[in-house]
């Protein structure tokens, strides 16, 4: 007995953890490494940002820069190469099948609307089949309920991740969400839904993705706009200091097809690195693909 007392060990307590307690855990990493995010589908933005299960990441861009655009076709690139399907909520692009058309033609590569200037358009034959093809890959939220709030949205992603398997969600954007403050300041209720949001997603093991709007937007020398911070939210510091990555999508001449992404912040050196990059942008089907240095600037 009094062996058993001299040489008991503590109970452990919940929520408290030692360093020897993940000993295997801290082995495994020393052995294999951190594993890297899923790759986005191009390789020039790979290496600045990858997509891993249990983060959040922040989109900003001034008005019509293509954040819906970019997100939709990171979402197209996740299902074909890694078969992950998603909750998306976006009311900007309601009624869904509207959302849909947009989707089909990143899948299909080929407009979808009748349209003079295009010279192929998607056949009618093959969109059942499409439909069928993406039908388990995408779930939208369009909640029933009056009031849109985070709570809500998060409700119905939580039931198609045990539905469906989903790995991504989509708020998009942030401002059509219904915040209900109760007495707390905007930096209050922000840091409060963030933080349950991050905490949303690395408890579900999905990654998500909310797109928010910058509160002021600031001209260069030149006059254009330039590439908007996380700072320029509306609320300022909290989506920075929140966010696992941010990402700006900026189209600095709307003339040109070329669309610039500020990778602004990463968490963990093993998803990628602040910098930038440039993809092309095909506005007939909303598809985005990669530079060749070949290619000039213009082309």
């Known amino acids: 007995l009094c062996q058993l007392i001299e040489n008991a060990s503590p109970y452990p307590v919940e929520g408290l953890l030692s360093p020897c307690d993940l000993s295997e855990e801290v082995l495994q990493l020393y052995d294999c490494g951190e594993n890297r995010g899923v790759s986005t589908g191009w390789t020039t933005l790979d290496p600045y940002y990858t997509v891993k299960l249990g983060e ?16 939709d076709a990171l979402m197209v690139n996740l299902m ?26 990143k ?114 020398d030149r006059g254009g706009y330039r590439p908007p911070t996380m700072y320029e939210i509306s609320g300022g510091a909290h989506w920075r200091n929140k966010a696992d990555n941010g990402l700006c999508i900026h189209r600095p001449d709307f003339t040109v097809d070329e669309t610039e992404i500020y ?19 095909c506005c007939d089907t909303g598809t985005y693909r990669d530079i060749l240095e070949s290619e000039s600037p213009d082309r």
């Open 56 to 71: 959040l990441t922040v989109i900003t861009g001034i008005p019509g820069s293509g954040k819906s655009a970019f997100v």
């Open 80 to 105: 074909e190469s890694s078969g992950w399907g998603f909750a998306v909520f976006s009311p900007e692009n309601w009624p869904v099948e509207r959302h849909l058309q947009g989707i089909m033609e």
């Open 107 to 220: 899948v299909q590569r080929k407009p979808f609307a009748k349209n003079g200037r295009f010279t192929s358009r998607m056949e009618r034959e093959i969109i059942g089949g499409l439909l069928e093809f993406i039908n388990d890959s995408f779930q939208f939220i369009v909640p029933a309920e009056n009031l849109l709030t985070v709570e809500t949205i998060l409700e119905k992603a939580r039931a198609a991740i045990f539905r469906h398997g989903i790995k991504g969600v989509v708020i998009d954007p942030w401002n059509e969400v219904d915040h209900l403050f109760e007495g707390k300041t905007e930096a209050q209720y922000l840091s409060e839904k963030l933080t349950k949001v991050r905490r949303f997603a690395r408890m579900n093991a999905v990654h998500v993705w909310i797109v928010a709007h910058p509160k002021n937007l600031m001209k260069d």
């Open 263 to 281: 990778v602004q912040k990463i968490r963990f050196r093993e998803v990628g690195r602040v910098g930038k990059v440039r993809l092309r942008y």
